[in-house]
């Protein structure tokens, strides 16, 4: 802090006092005692624009940028929900933002009957017992449940270390597995996207810590064996974690709990509307079964006497896992959203959604050149996947110049190239916050494409067209230190 101080008091003593180049160089002596030489300028850099030129500078690059603000963001598997406004006012109040975070617990009860009141809804809504709601994000959350199935068994003194992790698990499910220092065993899903529960027999063995499942999966597709395949692994003392990214589509109608799920996660930003993405602070509470409880991280919020306490004395914790009570904030909004909505008002936000994928997905279906994935008739849940391999092959376009052109007509593209089960995959999830205007714009807007890839292709192969980058190169982006980029910048 003094340091910064000392370099704001040297800027402004050469704006008032107009310092010649020895005075300036006298400066400088001064505040490399304070900080290291290769910060400090040597000569000061006086602007050559107007105030008015960089507010606008600034302010059309903010024009550039694409969000939930603006209008749709169909990015599957991300659920980019809008984020309300009251839930940044709460989260921005003194008595929340400015709390400092070394005080006493006894000064901060308020905050922590809130935390408390937090883990126990989402107990509720999962199905769950107790709550740690330290994780920063859902992969984070995803680790920490792997950690708990290791420590559990090395409790037991069980040599296992192998996951059961679907072709259809969420992303990241794997890296945790890895990451845990354990082995992944991947199970192909059927021709309906789903697990079968044969595949699952034949794979558990006495080396199976248990299987990580996201349900709905990341298809869309319900898993319509779950109860089976519960059996299964809970037949050979294995542990079930639930992948809480999809948990929108199931919330207020089936918990995880209830379908035999031990561990979840839960991405407060993907079901209850907390800031998304940017880099900025997440939050994924990891909720278990109470055979569990002394496994979380320490320390987790306790209500005794009337008051509440931190819960150190854990017996098997697998640490701690984040600074301090976790990224608290980002908790409250998900509070002040629970408690908005209500039991009811979240039951219908999960069947907007549904009914809003369904009806996009059943428009896009029917379109040449566009097959779903997997190709049955059955609903999907909040998202579906959508293969564009038959444009590939007969016009040589594929899904990510689909998804370039989408961004020439306003909207955000849904996500591509994922699940790498299926080829050339667009993956769309316009979430219950899309009115049915935007969805049949984004209807609309899809089949201009396609008409464009049959009659005007090199518009579609060259997109996008409207913004300030054109196309960037995927494999410099991939590689930059071995390529030379070959990038597009505006009009050629």
Same mark, same amino acid.
């Given at each position: 802090m003094y340091e910064r101080r000392q370099a704001r008091w040297f800027e402004r003593t050469l704006f008032e006092y107009n310092l010649d180049d020895e005075e300036v160089n006298e400066v400088i002596k001064v505040l490399e005692e304070y900080l290291p030489s290769k910060l400090i300028r040597k000569k000061f850099l006086f602007p050559s624009l107007s105030e008015f030129e960089v507010v606008r500078h600034f302010t059309r690059l903010s024009q550039q940028n694409y969000g939930v603000d603006q209008g749709l963001y169909?990015?599957?598997?991300?659920?980019?929900?809008?984020?309300?406004?009251?839930?940044?006012?709460?989260?921005?109040?003194?008595?929340?933002? *400015?709390? !400092?975070?070394?005080?006493? &617990? @006894?000064?901060?009860? =308020?905050?922590?009957?809130?935390?408390? #009141?937090?883990?126990?809804?989402?107990?509720?809504?999962?199905?769950?017992?107790?709550?740690?709601?330290?994780?920063?994000?859902?992969?984070?959350?995803?680790?920490?449940?792997?950690?708990?199935?290791?420590?559990?068994?090395?409790?037991?003194?069980? *040599?296992? !270390?192998?996951?059961?992790? &679907? @072709?259809?698990?969420? =992303?990241?499910?794997?890296?945790?597995? #890895?990451?845990?220092?354990?082995?992944?065993?991947?199970?192909?899903?059927?021709?309906?996207?789903?697990?079968?529960?044969?595949?699952?027999?034949?794979?558990?063995?006495?080396?199976?810590?248990?299987?990580?499942?996201?349900?709905?999966?990341?298809?869309?597709?319900?898993?319509?064996?779950?109860?089976?395949?519960?059996?299964?692994?809970?037949g050979s003392d294995g542990l079930l974690y639930y992948d809480g990214a999809n948990l929108n589509a199931i919330l207020g109608w089936i918990r995880p709990g209830d379908m035999g799920f031990d561990i979840t996660h839960v991405n407060l930003h993907k079901t209850f509307s907390t800031p998304h993405g940017g880099g900025g602070p997440g939050s994924g509470p990891v909720g278990v079964k109470s055979f569990l409880k002394d496994f979380l991280p320490v320390p987790i919020i306790e209500e005794v006497g009337g008051k509440y306490v931190f819960n150190w004395d854990l017996k098997h914790t697998i640490g701690k896992v984040h600074s301090f009570y976790g990224n608290v904030l980002i908790q409250l909004r998900a509070l002040a959203y629970i408690l908005r909505n209500g039991f009811e008002g979240l039951r219908e936000v999960s069947g907007t959604a549904l009914l809003n994928s369904n009806y996009l997905y059943e428009k896009l279906r029917s379109f040449n050149g566009v097959h779903p994935y997997p190709n049955n008739l059955k609903p999907r849940m909040h998202e579906f996947v959508l293969s564009v391999k038959e444009l590939k092959d007969k016009y040589d376009v594929r899904a990510r110049d689909i998804a370039k052109r989408i961004i020439d007509y306003g909207v955000y593209a849904p996500t591509i190239y994922f699940p790498t089960i299926v080829e050339e995959a667009l993956m769309i999830e316009p979430t219950e916050t899309a009115s049915k205007k935007e969805l049949d714009e984004f209807i609309d807007i899809f089949k201009m494409i396609l008409d464009e890839v049959v009659n005007e292709k090199d518009k579609v192969l060259n997109s996008p067209l409207n913004t300030s980058v054109r196309r960037i190169d995927d494999a410099y982006a991939s590689r930059p230190k071995t390529m030379k980029p070959t990038y597009k910048w505006g009009e050629d």
């Amino acid at each position: 802090m003094y340091e910064r101080r000392q370099a704001r008091w040297f800027e402004r003593t050469l704006f008032e006092y107009n310092l010649d180049d020895e005075e300036v160089n006298e400066v400088i002596k001064v505040l490399e005692e304070y900080l290291p030489s290769k910060l400090i300028r040597k000569k000061f850099l006086f602007p050559s624009l107007s105030e008015f030129e960089v507010v606008r500078h600034f302010t059309r690059l903010s024009q550039q940028n694409y969000g939930v603000d603006q209008g749709l963001y169909p990015l599957g598997s991300c659920t980019m929900k809008y984020n309300p406004r009251v839930n940044e006012d709460i989260a921005s109040l003194d008595g929340f933002a *400015n709390l !400092n975070p070394l005080q006493d &617990p @006894d000064e901060v009860q =308020g905050l922590l009957e809130l935390l408390y #009141k937090l883990s126990e809804y989402l107990s509720k809504l999962t199905g769950m017992d107790y709550f740690s709601l330290q994780p920063a994000a859902g992969a984070q959350g995803e680790l920490v449940g792997v950690l708990i199935m290791k420590k559990y068994f090395e409790v037991k003194g069980e *040599n296992r !270390n192998e996951v059961i992790v &679907p @072709d259809t698990a969420h =992303g990241t499910n794997p890296a945790s597995v #890895k990451m845990a220092g354990l082995k992944v065993v991947e199970v192909p899903s059927n021709r309906d996207g789903i697990i079968d529960p044969k595949i699952i027999r034949e794979t558990v063995s006495d080396k199976t810590l248990g299987i990580m499942l996201t349900n709905p999966n990341t298809l869309g597709v319900y898993e319509d064996y779950i109860g089976e395949i519960a059996d299964i692994i809970h037949g050979s003392d294995g542990l079930l974690y639930y992948d809480g990214a999809n948990l929108n589509a199931i919330l207020g109608w089936i918990r995880p709990g209830d379908m035999g799920f031990d561990i979840t996660h839960v991405n407060l930003h993907k079901t209850f509307s907390t800031p998304h993405g940017g880099g900025g602070p997440g939050s994924g509470p990891v909720g278990v079964k109470s055979f569990l409880k002394d496994f979380l991280p320490v320390p987790i919020i306790e209500e005794v006497g009337g008051k509440y306490v931190f819960n150190w004395d854990l017996k098997h914790t697998i640490g701690k896992v984040h600074s301090f009570y976790g990224n608290v904030l980002i908790q409250l909004r998900a509070l002040a959203y629970i408690l908005r909505n209500g039991f009811e008002g979240l039951r219908e936000v999960s069947g907007t959604a549904l009914l809003n994928s369904n009806y996009l997905y059943e428009k896009l279906r029917s379109f040449n050149g566009v097959h779903p994935y997997p190709n049955n008739l059955k609903p999907r849940m909040h998202e579906f996947v959508l293969s564009v391999k038959e444009l590939k092959d007969k016009y040589d376009v594929r899904a990510r110049d689909i998804a370039k052109r989408i961004i020439d007509y306003g909207v955000y593209a849904p996500t591509i190239y994922f699940p790498t089960i299926v080829e050339e995959a667009l993956m769309i999830e316009p979430t219950e916050t899309a009115s049915k205007k935007e969805l049949d714009e984004f209807i609309d807007i899809f089949k201009m494409i396609l008409d464009e890839v049959v009659n005007e292709k090199d518009k579609v192969l060259n997109s996008p067209l409207n913004t300030s980058v054109r196309r960037i190169d995927d494999a410099y982006a991939s590689r930059p230190k071995t390529m030379k980029p070959t990038y597009k910048w505006g009009e050629d």
